[in-house]
């Protein structure tokens, strides 16, 4: 299965429920507070990926489900069922990159969720070897960012047999119940990876959300 970032852009997908917050009861008599609907989380736009040195950026709609383009590292069985949403990013080349978000019941179960993603993420190398003997992975970790509840920061190159090689990175963050997943890539390997601009686009994701 050769993983072609320039054939399906990595997406990952989320449907945000629109949670009603009910005041406290006042008085007796009193009439009770109206529902106040939380906002739904903010997406990146494409100025915000990190910059393609032969080409520009274009951003796609905010699409409901969850996208299959990722199913080769977290497994279309392996995540949870909530609603997520995604945005899908394109060059004119074959760079491309996805956000996906979704609201969790919780902050607990929003950090459950990012800790099982990031899990999936790091042993996503060895995953795709065993599912495939025509392709060698090799994952890395690229450390933690301090944005509201932290980040995540991960590389995974691969290899065919046929020659063809791509490079990803893929990210994982949270605000309170909100997770939100960037991934982004393109041909070449670890020195073709910009790890400085997406660290930054990861912060920029996870401090847009609200």
Known sequence: MPLRTRAAALSVVSVITLAAVTSLTGPAGAAPAPKVKTAAPKFLAASQLPPHPWSQWTAGPVTDGFPVELAYCL????IPAYDYRHRVFRTELDAGAVQATVVTGSAAKGKALA???NKKIRSCADRIERSDPEIEAEGRYYGSLPVEEGAQVHGLHTRASWGATDIHLLSVGRDGRTVTLVSWGQMGDFGDAPV??????TTKAVDKLY
């Open 75 to 78: 497994g279309e069985d392996g």
């Open 196 to 201: 400085a601009a997406f660290k930054r686009t």
């Open 115 to 117: 800790a099982l993603i």
